[in-house]
């Protein structure tokens, strides 16, 4: 007999991958249409004519669709990647501390960067140039999974800050079960990505409540018995328009953000 619970979770996993194969059908149609554009831009540029064009329409489908899935997924634009990830410059040998100020409350994270090196050096490098400051953590989910997703400097879901970084310590939390799944604990602090291997940008998600996901989001952290607290009862107040995914109800700005050494 299978409980509601169980349904519900199983329901939220097969809502999850067909949102991974929409993504990436829209992410196939962004990239042909981007090499369209490059070539006539090209041919302009032989006859003497300059243009500038914006590509909006597969992000604005693939925002949106982060928005109704359920799933820590980021959905970064089509001109993600176009700088270097941040040379390598931390102590891989130490832990380091993530310091979240926020409108609802001190969150401080734990980083080992033995284990997650690339992960915490890239935090270290965003957080030293204010790259979170004075952002929002744009989506709560209530059902199906339990997070609190951040790290967006467009607080759309869409943004990210033009690199990514590889997958790391993806089995830190065991073996998957028969459905795919592990459990990731209600403390852990993990990578959000678009679906696929190595698209972590900067967005992350708080597990308040222990949830079940495949194992290919990086756990890089855990939030101290403070920061926990204060993502329960933004999580207690309700997603802003009654739904279960969504903005947060209570507002979650990230006011400060830091790493430092343990």
């Given at each position: 007999m299978v409980s509601s619970d169980q349904r519900r979770r199983q329901l939220a996993r097969e809502k999850f991958e067909r949102q991974?194969?929409?993504?990436?059908?829209?992410?196939?149609?962004?990239?042909?249409?981007?090499?369209?554009?490059?070539?006539s831009v090209a041919v302009v540029a032989v006859i003497g004519v300059g243009a500038y064009v914006s590509l909006g329409g597969d992000d604005a489908k693939t925002s949106a669709?982060?928005?109704?899935?359920?799933s820590p997924?980021?959905?970064?634009?089509?001109?993600?990647?176009?700088?270097?990830?941040?040379?390598?410059?931390?102590?891989?040998?130490?832990?380091?501390?993530?310091?979240?100020?926020?409108?609802?409350?001190?969150?401080?994270?734990?980083?080992?960067?033995?284990?997650?090196?690339?992960?915490a050096n890239s935090f270290k490098a965003l957080a030293d140039k204010g790259y979170f400051d004075d952002?929002?953590?744009?989506?709560?989910?209530t059902e199906g999974i339990f997070v609190l997703q951040c790290g967006d400097p467009k607080g759309d879901g869409t943004g990210g800050p033009g690199y990514t970084i590889p997958d790391e310590n993806?089995?830190?939390?065991?073996?998957?079960?028969?459905?795919?799944?592990?459990t990731y604990p209600a403390g852990t602090v993990a990578m959000a990505n678009t679906g696929q291997p190595g698209t972590g940008?900067?967005?992350?998600?708080?597990?308040?409540?222990?949830?079940?996901?495949?194992?290919?989001?990086?756990?890089?952290?855990t939030m101290d018995d403070a920061g926990l607290k204060a993502v329960k009862k933004v999580a207690e107040a309700g997603v802003a328009d009654g739904a279960g995914d969504g903005a947060p109800k209570k507002t979650v700005t990230v006011e400060k953000a830091t790493v430092d050494k343990a």
């Open positions: 991974q194969q929409r993504r990436e059908e829209a992410r196939r149609r962004t990239r042909r249409l981007t090499v369209i554009i490059a070539s669709d982060a928005a109704a899935s359920e997924s980021a959905t970064p634009s089509a001109s993600e990647s176009s700088v270097p990830e941040p040379a390598m410059k931390i102590d891989k040998k130490a832990k380091y501390s993530l310091s979240l100020k926020t409108s609802q409350g001190d969150i401080a994270i734990e980083m080992d960067a033995a284990k997650t090196p690339h992960t952002t929002k953590c744009h989506r709560l989910t993806l089995t830190a939390l065991g073996k998957a079960d028969a459905k795919g799944s592990v940008g900067s967005q992350f998600f708080l597990v308040y409540k222990d949830t079940k996901l495949p194992p290919s989001y990086t756990p890089f952290g």
